[in-house]
């Protein structure tokens, strides 16, 4: 959707077009609508960042708490130059849709600081880290607000976080989630979110009657999600038969080895030109031969440009919104299968949900025992969100989004406040 007056990209009103549809098919009323499509609390604040040759940069940052009918606020913090106010509310929204739908006792929030990372220096991105923190913890809180890495921010950040937030509060590692694991970080974290999209794959193809065993999978990045589902969606199987990422892509009817693969990524700094494959272009992965396609990259991956060279039967959001609304709504037109970003990659939030119970516990799981955990949770959803479209006839995204409202709607009805 077009912002009319900015004439640009408004995230925030494209979710609340979601949220609305949604709201309409449960038959919630329009004054719950307005509460889901705005937010509970938004603070923004300065950051005077003293430079190493003696100079202020002023950044500004927010926090944005969406709706915590359902828990403590939850949702990463990204340091991007472009990381807007109305970005971080719809990634705030959909935090609260997505934790609602694998059924986290969580309410949705996001943060984020216009700030390219890659111009600021360690010691600078350490104070950047300890300011903000310190500036937004008011809203913050072990019960109140959690926040969690996302994109350009990692462990290191989180540790900062947590260190910053007990010297004024007292050590409370359960402040946030995503830390190292020598910090209270959990074990299974960092291949959470792409285990927890192959656990779904496998659900899916179970009920669509998928068979698993040579299904040939596409996946658009190499990161820390599309690497680990492509290293883990093997084991049920599949041959990942295309790969691509920032410098190009690279694909293999026959499958890419996805252990040299990553020998040759962390060597040359991408996928081109590795030597078990095709070279490719991005555009020939997302237009090649293939059974399931799992965007890991980056959102509007798929649009309505390039959305009629899709071949494949299912595709599996793991990145946040790689399909513009043309691209989903030609994908579901075309009888493909789309399982949406809120259920697909929400095996992140699941591990951090993990870290914080074995945090307030104070004590630690095996990584088996966190697998069985993540699998079981993303089990159920899928389960719930698969029967809700057939008992209702609508594609996965609007059942998903329709079982979200309706739990977030019970949670602020049973509070009292709808
Ligand atoms: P990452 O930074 O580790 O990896 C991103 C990958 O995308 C890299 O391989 C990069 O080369 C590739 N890429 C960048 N530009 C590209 C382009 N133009 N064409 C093709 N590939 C390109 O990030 P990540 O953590 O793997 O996250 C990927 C997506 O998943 C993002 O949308 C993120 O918001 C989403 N996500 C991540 C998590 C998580 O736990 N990491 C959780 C939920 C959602």
């Known amino acids: 959707m077009l912002d009319e007056v900015a004439g640009h990209h408004d995230p925030f009103a494209e979710v609340n077009e979601t949220v609305s549809r949604a709201c309409e098919i449960v038959g919630l009323p329009?004054?719950?609508?307005?509460?889901?499509?705005?937010?509970?609390r938004e603070i923004s604040v300065q950051i005077p960042l003293r430079r190493g040759d003696g100079s202020i940069t002023v950044l500004r940052g927010y926090r944005v708490q969406h709706n915590g009918a359902r828990g403590p606020y939850k949702g990463g913090i990204r340091y991007h130059p472009e990381a807007s106010i109305s970005e971080v509310r719809a990634m705030a929204s959909l935090m609260t849709w997505k934790c609602a739908i694998v059924n986290l006792p969580y309410g949705g929030a996001k943060g984020g600081v216009m700030v390219d990372p890659k111009t600021l220096n360690e010691s600078e991105l350490e104070q950047l880290t300890r300011r903000f923190t310190l500036a937004i913890s008011y809203?913050?809180?072990?019960?109140?607000?959690?926040?969690?890495?996302?994109?350009n921010?990692?462990?290191?950040?989180?540790a900062w976080i947590m260190d910053a937030y007990g010297?004024?509060?007292?050590?409370?590692?359960?402040?946030?989630?995503?830390k190292?694991?020598?910090?209270?970080?959990?074990?299974?974290r960092e291949a959470a979110t792409g285990r927890g999209v192959v656990n779904v794959v496998a659900e899916a193809a179970h009920d669509l009657g998928i068979k698993l065993e040579g299904a040939r999978v596409a996946i658009q990045g190499f990161g820390n999600v599309g690497y680990n589902a492509a290293r883990l969606i093997?084991?049920?199987?599949?041959?990942?038969?295309?790969?691509?990422?920032?410098?190009?892509?690279v694909l293999?009817?026959?499958g890419l080895d996805i252990d040299s693969l990553q020998a040759w990524t962390a060597e040359h700094g991408g996928v081109a030109g590795f030597t078990g494959g095709e070279t490719g272009t991005n555009a020939d992965l997302l237009a090649c031969d293939c059974d399931i396609l799992i965007p890991a990259a980056l959102s509007n991956a798929i649009t309505e440009e390039n959305v009629g060279d899709v071949k494949a039967r299912m595709v599996v959001e793991a990145a946040n919104h790689p399909l513009s609304s043309e691209a989903d709504d030609a994908l579901v037109d075309m009888g493909v299968t789309v399982v949406p970003d809120i259920l697909a990659n929400a095996g992140g939030v699941t591990v951090s949900y993990l870290e914080w119970v074995q945090n307030i516990q104070q004590y630690r799981w095996t990584e088996d025992h966190v697998n069985r955990e993540l699998a079981s949770v993303m089990k159920r959803a899928w389960g719930e969100v698969y029967a809700y479209s057939q008992d209702h006839k609508?594609?996965?995204?609007?059942?998903?989004m329709c079982l979200s409202v309706a739990r977030v709607a019970r949670a602020a009805k049973l509070r009292g406040y709808i």
């Open 30 to 40: 329009d004054d719950v609508r307005q509460i889901f499509c705005s937010t509970y």
């Open 234 to 249: 093997r084991e049920l199987g599949c041959n990942v038969v295309g790969i691509s990422d920032a410098s190009g892509g």
């Open 167 to 178: 010297s004024r509060y007292g050590h409370q590692p359960g402040i946030v989630t995503g």
């Open 153 to 158: 921010t990692n462990a290191q950040i989180m």
């Open 139 to 151: 809203v913050l809180g072990v019960n109140r607000d959690i926040p969690a890495p996302d994109v």
């Open 394 to 400: 609508l594609p996965l995204r609007d059942a998903a």
């Open 180 to 188: 190292p694991v020598e910090l209270g970080g959990s074990l299974g």
């Open 252 to 254: 293999n009817p026959k």
